[in-house]
């Protein structure tokens, strides 16, 4: 019995090798360059390259720079410092969005750490002690809370983050707790600052002098009527410096923020977000013509701002796309105020203005004590260097007369109305352009 098994086994592997023989012919001869031309020409189009396809290798970090990012901070010296940043900027391009100074810093204080799939990084509610920037891997954004209806807790993933984005600081910077987990999607690897080493980092503080960026609070115009001199030179809960890289959300929520935020370098977008009905509003019953008012306007704003300050808020970069700063899942529900709306309306972010430097964000609601939802605004970030302040130390050294001053200077934001109607004028005029384009050159 056995050596009719051992028999009939070797049969049909010759055979199988038989077959794979054959085949592995047969493809070949498919694979052979055509003969003439005309068996060329029949081709061309039809074959491709699949190595053009293949996705590209990802770079690393090569081992040294690992051991150097795992040894105690205290050990690396400046050649180690050079290394970890060359190889740092090489695998991960995102980290040359950071300052030179900012660069060597992280390179010095960062501890390289490894997370295995389904690891939680940070937990939602906890306190705030780290700071993380992705080296590689993909990590999950999770929100925890209760359903109205059924009274379950329930986890929503709200975004995935990927290398090159980083974590933790704003909690850090707020003081507060963390709002969200992040749960490891893949395997992922991140550079870990410290709280402590976070602030030194980003918080220039010489002893005996005046710290550098208070200095440069005095040349803004706004603040020379408010006492500076009060401004602690080493509380990073009342005042500090900071960076956010390009699309960081620096405040979601502009009625709750609390802090005055002073650009320092860079820039940054203040953006709002608004309901606009699918179909064409009707604010007035006019024929599709070009809106020449908006468009005089949006052509000479120079002039115009110097005239007439407050439309410096209208002008609106129409084209804005919010989702390049959070990766949403494909999968997610929407939330519940997008399920009541109806689907005749859709929601769309617009840009209100771009803050350069020496100019202020926060300080509208202190002018106008806004409160209702209609006047929530968004401030993200295009890479800038700013100074925080205190909100509630802010106001409490504020006298009556600065904030006369603040309403003749500041001018609130626009109304939801207002930006509909230059949303819906905008939206004409590309109809206008794109029905006259094809009436003049597609007959």
Known sequence: MLKRFQRYSKMLMLLRQAVYSVGSNSNKEKLEEPENEEEKSALDGVLFNINNFSRPKEIGLNEETKRILKMPREKRNNNHVKTV??????????????TPKIQKSIAQKAILQDFEIGRVIIRQNHRADNYYFIISGVASVFITKKNKITGETENKNVAFLRKGKSFGELAIINGSIRQENVICHTNVSVLTIDRDEFLKIFMETKEGQEPEHISFLHQIDLLKNWPLDLLPHNDPKICLLTYFRKGI?????????DWIIVIKQGSCR?????????KNIAFAKKPLNPPLNYLDFYSNNQRYTSILRHEIHNELNLQYNFDKFIEPNEDDDEDDLVKNMSNDERKVCVEIKNLQSKEIFGLVEIAYSLEEEQNRVMLISDGVECILIHKFFFYKHMSSSLKILLKTLICPYPSDYDLQKKFQIQRDWNNYKRNLVKKNFFI
Request: net charge neutral.
């Open 249 to 257: 959300l620096i405040c979601k929520n502009s009625l709750k923020n």
């Open 270 to 278: 203040i953006v709002k977000e608004i309901t606009i009905p699918k």
């Open 85 to 98: 940043c060359a190889s740092l900027i090489e695998a991960v391009p995102e980290f040359m969005e950071f």
